[in-house]
């Protein structure tokens, strides 16, 4: 079966994979391949397979099945994740590290409108998460991207990308601004380009963040990031470890609702916290914040224009209100007869 294949071992495979793709691909797209190849590579790692060689379509069915039950994986994070699978697969195939047709035998689910919308931080959840924060680890890098992403609705990537020039305290806004040529692109470009009102007790913190808690460094291009480690400029899959981290009811709550023993459960380790059922990516997070705004009675013209996001998007993709809540709110708008 493998006398014509390569011996090739999947951590290895994986890192030759991204080298190839770093030239074809965004950034942000070769993060968020790093990262699902990670669960694939892992995987192997737990079930004993060490030579690329050796997985069959038996594997990848029990990959699958693994990532959806066990992980409890929406459908379209699933689809995401055996996608990026499928040309990782197509590439081993053509350095000979894998079977012929090995790729063809991956089966992408099929997503509805409701899958892409199910999963979001609802704001009880969210105000929990930042009243943890802020009693035990106040004005942190965490604290600080944690309460902007729930705040503004912004995507990761533009918090990321942000300066500490483009934060007016004064004024009390960020702006938001289209830089591509160093490494901080925005989701639609120049049209992304806005200003983000802010509340006073945000722009607080973000004061004590910048004049107590931040590393004062600067990104490759002499830039001085509002989100900064101790290496430089946050990265996307830094900002979504943290994320995971501090979403998951553990934390914050001091229980798990999956029964599972805290001090032992395997997502207990920062590194491990993405595999907790209950754990949340940025995007989650935001699509929260728009329905916190959409419930709170901001017109949805106002949503869209803050969030970036076109009517018809934030519609089928973002709003989480019930169709309930929709017509209540829509009710008190109604004159009195």
């Not at 692109?185 to 973000?206: F, H, I, M, P, Y």
Request: with cysteine; charged share 35%.
């Amino acid at each position: 079966m493998t006398e014509n294949l390569d011996p090739l071992d999947p951590p290895k495979a994986k890192e030759m994979y991204l080298d190839e793709r770093r030239r074809e691909v965004a950034s942000a797209t070769l993060q968020s391949h790093e990262y699902r190849l990670k669960q694939f590579v892992q995987w192997c790692n737990k079930d004993g397979i060490d030579n690329m060689n050796e997985i069959s379509g038996r594997d990848i069915h029990r990959f699958r099945v693994k990532r959806r039950n066990e992980d409890d994986l929406a459908t379209a994070t699933m689809k995401s994740q055996l996608a990026t699978l499928r040309l990782f697969l197509r590439f081993c195939e053509s350095i000979d590290a894998v079977e012929p047709g090995l790729d063809e035998k991956i089966i992408l689910p099929t997503t509805t409108a409701k899958d892409a919308r199910d999963e979001f931080l609802p704001d009880e959840r969210a105000r929990k998460v930042l009243s943890h924060l802020k009693q035990f680890q106040y004005a942190t890098l965490e604290h600080a991207l944690l309460a902007v992403l729930w705040h503004t609705g912004l995507r990761v990537g533009a918090a990321v990308g942000l300066d500490i020039g483009d934060y007016d305290p004064d004024e009390q806004y960020l702006k938001l601004v289209h830089r591509p040529d160093e490494g901080t692109s925005l989701k639609n470009q120049t049209d992304s380009e806005r200003l983000v009102a802010l509340s006073d007790g945000l722009c607080d913190l973000l004061d004590d963040w910048l004049s107590v808690k931040h590393t004062g460094k600067i990104d490759e291009f002499d830039r001085r990031p509002l989100f900064a480690t101790s290496r430089g400029r946050l990265s996307r899959n830094r900002a979504r470890s943290i994320a995971y981290q501090f979403t998951r009811p553990c934390v914050y709550e001091d229980r798990c609702p999956h029964n599972k023993e805290i001090e032992t459960c395997e997502s207990r380790p920062t590194e491990y916290a993405y595999g907790c059922p209950s754990a949340l990516s940025p995007h989650p997070i935001r699509r929260g914040s728009i329905t916190y705004h959409l419930q709170s009675d901001t017109p949805e013209r106002v949503v869209s224009d803050r969030m970036d996001v076109g009517m018809n998007v934030l519609d089928r993709h973002y709003d989480q209100r019930t169709e309930q809540e929709k017509v209540e709110q829509r009710r008190r708008y109604l004159p009195d007869e």
